[in-house]
T-cell receptor
Framework: DAGVIQSPRHEVTEMGQEVTLRCKPI?????LFWYRQTMMRGLELLIY????????DSGMPEDRFSAKMPNASFSTLKIQPSEPRDSAVYFC??????????????????FGPGTRLTVL | DAKTTQPPSMDCAEGRAANLPCNHS???????VYWYRQIHSQGPQYIIH???NNETNEMASLIITEDRKSSTLILPHATLRDTAVYYC???????????FGTGTSLTVIP
């Protein structure tokens, strides 16, 4: 398997422009997560999906951010309009329940390589 | 989820064991301890997890104290490629979110 795929790897845009980040999870995984990483705030969970349905979007910073998962193999994170403070590395991760050992399974999250976004 | 406390940075000599501590004094009985690491410019990578018992895999060992208020990740023979930020996370297994703290930046010195 190719792992989690993200595109583009780098994006440079001007303030006010729309930005769309893309993610293809590992085939068979039913959870998908979007994270943002900055020096100031570290790695933050923005939103996650289960079976293509958004479960928790409490980490989405504001209405300028939206995420969709139209099918099991594709998700987008959109910022409209973008602002310089949105500059960060955005990671996508996927996972699935691996079954149970005692109370719980492994639930390992596999991360993509990230998209480095720069908003000028 | 319980919060964790880790030292911001540590050094370790190549070939020696690296022992990374983590405090999670408010951990609940159904919360697991997970360790991830992030090598520069890459996405985080799973290392190991545990509930009560000590765990070992091909990458590392996890030692959890009897009261579960702290744990130690052990890399038995650190190499230069182990230089990374190591995150200790506690979470309820039935939940799926991970909340990463600031982690420990480990530098393996030749």
């Amino acid at each position: 398997d190719a792992g989690v795929i993200q595109s583009p790897r780098h994006e440079v845009t001007e303030m006010g422009q729309e930005v769309t980040l893309r993610c293809k999870p590992i085939s068979g995984h039913d959870y998908l997560f979007w994270y943002r990483q900055t020096m100031m705030r570290g790695l933050e969970l923005l939103i996650y999906f289960n079976n293509n349905v958004p479960i928790d979007d409490s980490g989405m910073p504001e209405d300028r951010f939206s995420a969709k998962m139209p099918n099991a193999s594709f998700s987008t994170l959109k910022i409209q309009p973008s602002e310089p403070r949105d500059s960060a590395v955005y990671f996508c991760a996927s996972s699935f329940k691996r079954g149970f050992r005692g109370l719980a399974g492994k639930n390992e999250q596999f991360f993509g390589p990230g998209t480095r976004l720069t908003v000028l | 989820d319980a919060k964790t406390t880790q030292p911001p940075s540590m050094d370790c000599a190549e070939g020696r064991a690296a022992n990374l501590p983590c405090n999670h004094s408010t951990i609940s009985g159904n919360e697991y301890v997970y360790w991830y690491r992030q090598i520069h410019s890459q996405g985080p990578q799973y290392i190991i997890h545990g509930l009560k018992n000590n765990e070992t895999n091909e990458m590392a060992s996890l030692i959890i104290t009897e009261d579960r208020k702290s744990s130690t990740l052990i890399l038995p023979h650190a190499t230069l490629r182990d230089t990374a930020v190591y995150y200790c996370i506690v979470r309820v297994d039935l939940g799926n979110q991970f909340y990463f703290g600031t982690g420990t930046s480990l530098t393996v010195i030749p």
